[in-house]
């Protein structure tokens, strides 16, 4: 067995972007973080030590954590979180995957700044199903805040209100030359002429999709979610929070510094951070500072579907002899989940007029319980959690029309849905219009998951089904629902433990837009949950 081993220092660290400063929690003072290398089939352990005042867990985001759910991270879900001055060592084994993903902190806003890449190469000897690239990057897009984000956070939950939105998007932790307070110009990525470069493209924004561009090149798409597909060309990706992409460039011109951008794709009337991070493509032996050289790029506007569109549709699993899609054709638990906002009454609400914004799947707003759940089914405590998640919305309705029955209220609980271990689920997550209908990219703990069918409108159960792809659909761990519209997912509950879903918007989880689900073990030998390690964090 080969170990991958690291140490991670939660610590303080000050930082100036945007003319001001402010300390932010970081992994080992670095912001991105550290970079986690391993490869398929190795033990990773991983200590996380906690410097700072703050509670923290830390979230493996994509990795399967076969049998080891105690190793996921969400705090609250799979464990209690690392307190001021303790330590804890994830353990898992990555078991049957290869590629981009990244790590993250998982309670409150914490991820905003910590966070990095998780690059799992594959087993020695065993090569990318396309050319090698020459040379390999990650690129982690972002949000900054001026001001603590904790503070924003803390202050939203309080008034019942929208909290700021960020300040700036970053690449690899800058906003880029446009803007007038950075030193350095931002992130360089240096190329060589005729080279090909895979880039490893992570969204760790807290609450924005994002177009993603380089002037003058072609992005050729080889993998997403750390599943390959069937590779195509585009100009223009557009990401979600949670969501990971390779493209392979070729630095097929002589010289000169191209722009490389990341702006929002928000297909609603909502506010967003508007400022186009920027970084540059920079041919060696070209001149470093002369900024009139560079040819520019403008992304897609905001509200550009069609351009998402397009792109979102052309990704199809690559469905080789190699790597198979095992799509479950046969569905044992067909769930229809809506997800979006609400208005619930908050008679302590400071503003707001007595309500709060909420948000709900089946009109669940999920509460987080003071002991993780994994423990209490673990342990079978009682009166944590119940296990009557509804399969249906209470009742149906117009989804998409924004102005939605009076009576909309969502009630407040801890649900889990149930599923046998090996039993296949399709979820219909739709979209609802209340207050406006938004993007959601959900994203589900412990398993990838096949999207199956997309639709804008209400789902129709009788006709929809029929156009769903069950041969080569893209493979992943988080989709994003369109706004007014809907996606099918399929997946395999091959794995024991509590899972949570959840929208990877940060501000829609906190509001509520969260479940989890529950899969018992099995009966053979290697179906059921590992017994929790000695350093599990204590409540
Ligand atoms: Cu990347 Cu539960 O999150």
Not at 203 to 228: M, P, Q, R, S
Not at 232 to 237: E, S, V
Not at 258 to 270: L, R
Request: glycine share 8%.
């Amino acid at each position: 067995v080969i170990i991958a081993l690291y140490i991670l220092q939660v610590v303080l660290k000050k930082e100036t972007r945007l003319c001001s400063s402010k300390s932010i929690v970081t992994v080992n003072g670095k912001f991105p973080g550290p970079t986690i290398y391993a490869r398929e089939g190795d033990n990773v352990l991983i200590k996380v030590v906690n410097h700072v005042k703050y509670n923290v867990s830390i979230h493996w985001h994509g990795i399967r954590q076969l049998r080891t759910g105690w190793a996921d991270g969400p705090a609250y879900i799979t464990q209690c979180p690392i307190q001021p001055g303790q330590n804890y060592v994830y353990n898992f084994t990555i078991t049957g995957q290869r590629g981009t993903l990244f790590w993250h902190a998982h309670i409150l806003w914490l991820r905003a700044t910590v966070h990095g890449a998780l690059v799992i190469l594959p087993k020695l000897g065993v090569p990318y199903p396309f050319p090698k690239p020459n040379h390999e990057a990650v690129v982690i897009l972002a949000e900054w805040w001026k001001s603590d984000t904790e503070a924003v956070i803390n202050e939203a939950i309080k008034s019942g209100l929208a909290p700021n939105v960020s300040d700036a998007h970053t690449i690899n932790g800058h906003p880029g030359p446009i803007s007038n307070c950075t030193s350095q110009g931002g992130f360089k990525l240096n190329v060589d002429p005729g080279k090909t470069y895979m880039l490893r493209v992570i969204n760790a924004a807290l609450n924005e999709e994002l177009f993603f561009k380089i002037a003058g090149h072609k992005l050729t798409v080889v993998e997403v979610d750390a599943t390959y597909v069937k590779p195509f060309q585009t100009d223009t990706i557009v990401i979600a929070p949670g969501q990971t992409t390779n493209v392979i460039v070729t630095a097929n011109k002589n010289s000169g510094k191209y722009m490389v951008a990341a702006s929002p794709f928000m297909d609603a009337p909502i506010a967003v951070d508007n400022v186009t991070a920027t970084a540059t493509l920079h041919y060696s032996g070209t001149l470093d500072n002369n900024p009139t050289t560079t040819l520019t790029t403008s992304t897609p506007p905001q509200n550009a579907t069609p351009v998402a569109n397009s792109f979102l549709d052309s990704l199809r699993s690559l469905n080789s002899q190699k790597y198979p899609a095992n799509v479950p054709q046969k569905i044992d638990h067909s769930l229809f989940f809506t997800v979006g906002l609400g208005v619930n009454p908050c008679p302590t609400c400071k503003q707001g007029n007595g309500s709060r914004v909420v948000a709900s799947i089946n009109n669940v707003t999920f509460v987080m319980p003071t002991i993780a759940l994994l423990q209490a089914h673990f342990s079978g405590i009682k009166g944590v959690f119940t296990t009557d998640f509804p399969a249906n919305p209470p009742f149906a309705f117009n989804y998409t029309n924004t102005t939605p029955p009076a009576n909309m209220g969502t009630t407040n609980g801890t649900k889990v849905y149930r599923l046998s271990y090996n039993d296949t689920v399709q979820i219909v997550l739709q979209d609802t219009g209340i207050i406006a209908p938004e993007n959601h990219p959900i994203h589900l703990h412990g398993f990838n998951f096949f999207q199956v069918g997309k639709g804008i409108g209400n789902y129709n159960p009788k006709t929809d089904p029929k156009n769903f792809n069950l041969v080569d659909p893209v493979e992943r761990n988080t989709v994003s629902v369109p706004s007014g519209g809907w996606v099918a997912i399929r997946f395999h509950a091959d794995n024991p433990g509590v899972w949570f879903m959840h929208c990877h918007l940060e501000i829609h989880t906190t509001w509520g837009l969260k479940m989890a689900f529950l899969v018992d073990n099995g009966k053979g030998p290697n179906e059921s949950l590992l017994p929790p390690p000695k350093d599990l964090p204590k409540c």
